[in-house]
Nanobody
Framework: QVQLVESGGGSVQAGGSLRLSCAASGYIQDSYCMGWFRQAPGKEREGVATIYTGGGRTNYADSVKGRVAISQDNAKNTLYLQLNSLKPEDTAMYYC???????????????????????WGQGTRVTVSS
């Protein structure tokens, strides 16, 4: 059973940066779709960034392109999300997610839909003040 544990959230001022981490354990495949999602109070969960761990291809939501970078450290079984130039509208609970169904060459890993991911962490909170 896959376990995902997020860390790195916190409170920052607008324009600041944070790096979120997601430690993964318990998986047995060579590659997965992994992603970061967020949910602000009163809003639906939305995809932020995804990655195909077998090849490194990434996808980003338009709202964060140019400010966010998703990356992986296979040796540490850890997924990262670097958040830069943070805005108050980035305030949310951030979740790490994983799905084993990658499709050919990770084609399915472009999905930013939360329903396409079946394993979730508990989340880490990011608060950005103006």
């Amino acid at each position: 059973q896959v376990q995902l544990v997020e860390s790195g959230g916190g409170s920052v001022q607008a324009g600041g940066s944070l790096r979120l981490s997601c430690a993964a354990s318990g998986y047995i495949q060579d590659s997965y779709c992994m992603g970061w999602f967020r949910q602000a109070p009163g809003k639906e969960r939305e995809g932020v960034a995804t990655i195909y761990t077998g090849g490194g291809r990434t996808n980003y939501a338009d709202s964060v392109k140019g400010r966010v970078a998703i990356s992986q450290d296979n040796a540490k079984n850890t997924l990262y999300l670097q958040l830069n130039s943070l805005k108050p509208e980035d305030t949310a609970m951030y979740y790490c997610a994983l799905d084993p169904w990658t499709g050919p060459a990770g084609a399915y890993c472009y999905s930013l839909r939360s329903e396409d991911y079946n394993s979730w962490g508990q989340g880490t909170r990011v608060t950005v003040s103006s």
